[in-house]
């Protein structure tokens, strides 16, 4: 069986933001086994998972993704949309766009420390589509 649902993220600030409670909230409930893929349906937006119990994580990520992708920078001839727009590309590209998690006894079959982030990479990216599929 496959169910599928697309689901608005509220306005993010720009950051890291952990949504795993908010992704099981909108999905039914989970199999006994299979498997959720998530796809974030813009090009300057990711999702990723990663420690979800300090939150100096996030600010870490920040810092070094701007430091190894500098907003602008003289070298970006896509400019048009503002100094954070082809550097949020970039990240997207880097950070990725989806992500497929294991579902076992009715849960995400995640690490202990593991969480969903949803990435923001625009200084006002607005409400943000996702795609929840599971696979059982």
């Known amino acids: 069986m496959i169910v599928q649902k ?6 993010f600030r720009r950051g890291y933001h952990l949504v795993t409670r908010l992704v099981l909230e909108q999905l039914p ?3 006994e086994f299979g498997l959720l893929h998530i796809l974030v349906k813009h090009t300057s ?19 070094f993704l701007n430091k190894l992708i500098p907003e602008g920078d003289p070298v970006y001839v896509h400019t048009d949309e503002g100094d954070d727009d ?10 990725g766009a ?22 923001e ?16």
């Open 6 to 11: 697309e689901i608005t993220l509220p306005a």
């Open 29 to 31: 409930e989970l199999p």
């Open 45 to 63: 937006a990711g999702i990723t998972l990663n420690e979800n119990a300090d939150p100096t994580v996030r600010t870490d990520f920040e810092t």
């Open 86 to 95: 082809m550097p949020a590309h970039l990240k997207s590209a880097i950070i």
């Open 98 to 119: 989806e992500v497929t998690i294991p579902i076992t006894n009715h849960r995400l079959n995640l690490g202990t420390w593991q969480g969903i982030y949803f990435c």
């Open 121 to 136: 990479f625009r200084n006002y990216g607005g409400p943000r589509r996702i795609v929840l599929t599971v696979f059982s």
